[in-house]
């Protein structure tokens, strides 16, 4: 079965109670069970991984080169500054699609930069938790156009 991995960064373990007039009211399991139920109309498997620490999706990263066919991530505020998270990703031959809750370039001006940017196919942004969905949408179309 053709796996797709979802890398989720710092704090999005506490998605439903952390600032949910930005993040909204539904917790990371949630969207990664809806994530899950679109990847399986698509015939694809997913795999999920949530870490606060930069290593731990580096890790994940180089696990899935040559096993994963494509990579969704929201690195959360990792986006903004983790240059090693990003060399990583460059090493993946699959597609990446960069995914946010919320829309980055609307808010602060220290989420304007996104180091994850120069290395994605694409980019989901603002559309809070309906962006997962989207993005496993966007993962299959890429792979069927492959
Ligand atoms: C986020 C946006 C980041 O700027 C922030 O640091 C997060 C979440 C989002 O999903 O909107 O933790 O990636």
Redo the contacts with the bound molecule.
């Keep these: 079965m053709t796996t797709v991995l979802l890398l989720s960064?710092?704090?999005?373990n506490l998605l439903g109670e952390r600032e949910p007039d930005?993040?909204g009211t539904a917790t990371l399991e949630e969207h990664v069970e809806a994530a899950r139920k679109e990847a399986e109309r698509f015939g694809l498997e997913l795999e999920h991984l949530q870490s606060n620490a930069e290593a731990d999706l580096v890790d994940a990263v180089q696990r899935a080169r040559g096993r994963c066919a494509a990579i969704i991530v929201?690195?959360?505020?990792l986006?903004?500054y983790a240059w090693s998270l990003s060399d990583a990703l460059g090493t993946f031959e699959g597609p990446v699609i960069e995914?946010?809750?919320?829309n980055?370039n609307g808010?602060e001006a220290w989420?304007h930069t996104s180091v994850v940017a120069p290395v994605a196919d694409g980019l989901i942004?603002g559309l809070g938790g309906h962006g997962y969905v989207l993005a496993v949408g966007a993962v299959a179309r890429l792979l069927e156009g492959k």
């Design positions: 960064g710092p704090n999005l930005i993040y929201n690195a959360a505020a986006t903004h995914l946010h809750l919320s980055p808010r989420r942004a």
